[in-house]
């Protein structure tokens, strides 16, 4: 039980020493921080000039929250929860392991660094996406989970900050079912981490910018708001009831397992989900929505 302690009080001290860092040093392009608030100007700018929904209004609704949302979900919430759980999450399974005479590296496949390095971050990011991809799907069909995920579903208008409105307890969910299929792929470091994430926020941001592009052929590539404001749609189609478009930077795994779903021009229709106007406002009372429902 000490060295776990151990594990956590390094993990807050050596993040919030990495946060600080962050913060100071503007000029290293791999700045997390920085490279956030540059993609969601960008993003922002885009929206501004290229409106879809012409009469939604630049600070839309829930502006403020979504922002809120943004930066304490990839900032603070790391500092709070997410650190120092998968250093010890993954110290426990190394011990879980070592009973059996095993180590994670025994896990390991392959070594990206014996392949050229746009292949290795291919090899990432494929297998990172496609988990998401079906851990997105179990927050639909769980019961438990969707609780959850409602927060994020709570979007009535969509924008480009809507990307990272979820509950802290999500990132959790990823990042333990992530936590195996990156376990057996070694050789990633930093930077190759960065390359993937500017890509991938990006794409999120514009999925729920309010943008009207698809991205022609690329669509069956690339999620886009064309085909993710149905994904938020609060009227589901009558051949499924856990909703449908479930890509999170690919598009490509939901026409593969016939998930896609893009009826029509969907500019305008109502998002949300059914009794959606009950559900609370604030960000401490989504936060706490789901221990309320469960008791």
């Known amino acids: 039980m000490e060295k776990y302690i151990d594990i956590i009080s390094k993990s807050y001290s050596g993040y919030w020493n990495y946060l600080k860092y962050e913060l100071i040093d503007v000029y290293h392009w791999d700045n997390f921080f920085y490279g956030l608030i540059v993609i969601s100007l960008l993003v922002w700018a885009l929206e501004i000039i290229f409106p879809w929904r012409k009469n939604q209004s630049i600070f839309r609704k829930d502006f403020w929250l ?45 070594d990206v660094d014996e392949l050229p390095r746009w292949s290795g971050l291919l090899i990432l990011f494929l297998i990172s996406d496609f988990v998401q991809w079906n851990t997105h799907r179990l927050l639909h069909r769980v019961p438990l989970l969707w609780n959850f995920h409602k927060v994020h579903h709570s979007i009535k208008e969509m924008g480009f900050a809507g990307h990272l409105r979820y509950h802290w307890m999500e990132p959790v969910v990823y990042k333990s079912i992530l936590y195996i299929p990156i376990a057996i792929i070694g050789g990633f470091d930093a930077q190759d981490v960065a390359i993937i994430y500017f890509f991938t926020i990006a794409i999120g941001h514009l999925n729920h910018a309010n943008l009207g592009w698809n991205y022609g052929a690329l669509k069956y590539v690339l999620n886009n708001p064309k085909m993710h404001i149905w994904h938020h749609a609060k009227e589901l189609p009558k051949h499924t009831k856990y909703g449908m478009n479930y890509g999170i930077t690919l598009s490509i795994w939901d026409y593969l397992f016939n998930t896609d779903y893009i009826p029509s021009d969907g500019r305008d229709i109502e998002l949300g989900f059914e009794d959606d106007e009950e559900f609370p406002k604030t960000f401490i009372k989504q936060s706490i929505y789901p221990i309320k429902t469960r008791k």
């Open 66 to 110: 979504d922002t809120f949302y943004m930066f304490f979900n990839f900032f603070l919430l790391n500092l709070i929860v997410l650190i120092a759980l998968s250093n010890t999450t993954a110290e426990f399974f190394n011990d879980i392991l070592s009973v059996f005479g095993w180590h994670v590296n025994s896990l390991q496949v392959f």
